[in-house]
T-cell receptor
Framework: ETGVTQTPRHLVMGMTNKKSLKCEQH?????MYWYKQSAKKPLELMFV???????ENNSVPSRFSPECPNSSHLFLHLHTLQPEDSALYLCASSQDLTGRPEAFFGQGTRLTVV | SQQGEEDPQALSIQEGENATMNCSYKTSINNLQWYRQNSGRGLVHLIL?????REKHSGRLRVTLDTSKKSSSLLITASRAADTASYFC???????????FGSGTKLNVKP
């Protein structure tokens, strides 16, 4: 256990559905991340939140909508996805510049868009 | 791109042999980290080396960093079947802990 929990672990959704991925960390970190991992591609940094404020949005399509209500929780709201959005979505957390600069990852949500 | 790029993409060795993976990157960094990922699971942090360090050890792991060549290597000595996994390097810039990963090296250690 890394202290970062993602739910659900697996999700199958249709292109017209709306769903949300949840991430929770119990490490007292103040930065949280969403990554997308597709087969044979680099991990793609999608969003970064620091102290609940979004500090990075790497040209991610608007069908992905992040939400960070507090420093322990991070959501990724999904709507009208495409089949190419099928991937492993990983959440991570870390301390900011004053803390240990390593990322702790959740186990990921395997998303399949049909 | 700030992403690290690992080389080789895949590596197959016998148990007991050493495994060496390389990482190259393009921009100035604060630190470089290596992570491991078992199939379809999250990444686990292995070791961090700061930009002012040249070599670091942790158990059977040895990491080197050459900032002039913008490259790093990860050596796993006396490999075990349980070391079978994908290995990623991640770079972090000075202004924030944004981690940029490459595609990884897939290591297969045969018993």
């Amino acid at each position: 256990e890394t202290g970062v929990t993602q739910t659900p672990r697996h999700l199958v959704m249709g292109m017209t559905n709306k769903k949300s991925l949840k991430c929770e960390q119990h490490l007292g970190h103040n930065a949280m991340y969403w990554y997308k991992q597709s087969a044979k591609k680099p991990l793609e940094l999608m969003f970064v939140y620091s102290l609940e404020e979004r500090v990075e949005n790497n040209s991610v399509p608007s069908r992905f909508s992040p939400e960070c209500p507090n420093s322990s929780h991070l959501f990724l709201h999904l709507h009208t996805l495409q089949p190419e959005d099928s991937a492993l979505y990983l959440c991570a957390s870390s301390q900011d510049l004053t803390g240990r600069p390593e990322a702790f990852f959740g186990q990921g949500t395997r998303l399949t868009v049909v | 791109s700030q992403q690290g790029e690992e080389d080789p993409q895949a590596l197959s060795i016998q148990e007991g042999e050493n495994a060496t993976m390389n990482c190259s990157y393009k921009t100035s960094i604060n630190n470089l980290q290596w992570y491991r990922q078992n199939s379809g699971r999250g990444l686990v942090h292995l070791i961090l080396i700061r930009s002012n360090e040249r070599e670091k050890h942790s158990g059977r792991l040895r990491v080197t960093l050459d900032t002039s060549k913008k490259s790093s290597s990860l050596l796993i000595t006396a490999s075990r079947a349980a070391d079978t996994a994908s290995y990623f390097c991640a770079t972090a810039a000075y202004n924030f802990n944004k981690f940029y990963f490459g595609s990884g090296t897939k290591l297969n250690v045969k018993p």
